[in-house]
């Protein structure tokens, strides 16, 4: 079996050990799968998994198509990435190759954006935090929810511009920090839209999961 990550790293973060990506390289090796990585950083740091990795492609990992047309002279069973902002690439280039067995073409949709996930929730009437989307186009003037709350990116990851506001006034600051942003890096752009969370206290449960063959498993 050959398994192929879109990109490692995700865009300015630095090589751990033990992060997904690394893990999910190390356990494919220790599977006997081969090992593909699809990156567009041709000097990119490679990190602890380097000689793991039976082959480095470089193409432009933001684009799916681009992905499919790397993999087409290689036999892959899988196309993955743990990485946010290439998580709907990988998806996309594995229905392009035929390899769509995982998730849905919606689910792919929802799995990109932070409110996505939020509305898709509420359609199944599940306990949800208060939430709003602010376009960073248009002045909504003030605060959209009770303060605190917690404004980040709908497109973020690794807590990139993400801020826990208390008055109009910093709200206003974070929406203008992202605003002036231009890229994640790694070619990926914002898409200018910030999703606002009540701030609630309590233990944080973080609930990861998959769909394969129709079976979801958390």
């Known amino acids: 079996m050959t398994v192929a990550f879109v990109e490692l790293l995700a865009p300015g973060a630095r090589w751990l050990r ?23 950083q041709r000097n990119s740091d490679r990190g602890s998994v380097s000689d793991l990795v039976d082959r480095w492609i470089e193409c432009d990992t933001t684009s799916g198509h ?29 229905v392009l190759l035929g390899l769509d067995r995982v998730i849905g073409a919606a689910a ?10 939020r509305a898709a929730l509420d359609k199944q009437g599940l306990p949800n935090a208060r939430w709003f989307l602010s376009d960073l186009d248009r002045n909504i003037g003030g605060l959209p929810l009770p303060p605190p709350l917690v404004v980040k990116p709908v497109d ?3 807590s990139i511009d993400t801020r826990r506001v208390t008055s109009s006034a910093e709200f206003d600051r974070a929406l203008a920090a992202h605003r002036r942003r231009r890229t994640y890096g790694g070619g990926i ?18 609930a990861e999961g998959s769909i394969m063959d129709g079976v979801a498993e958390v």
């Open 18 to 40: 033990d992060s997904n990506n690394a893990s999910g390289v190390r356990a494919a090796r220790r599977l006997g799968h081969r090992v593909l990585v699809l990156t567009r």
């Open 156 to 158: 973020g990851f690794s």
């Open 189 to 206: 752009h914002p898409v200018g839209q910030m999703i606002c969370e009540e701030d609630l206290a309590g233990p944080l449960v973080s």
């Open 108 to 117: 792919m949709q929802t799995l990109r954006t932070k409110a996505g996930v």
């Open 66 to 94: 681009a992905v499919a047309a790397a993999l087409r002279q290689h036999d892959v069973d899988l196309v993955i990435s743990w990485i946010d902002p290439f998580a709907g690439v990988a998806r996309e280039a594995a």
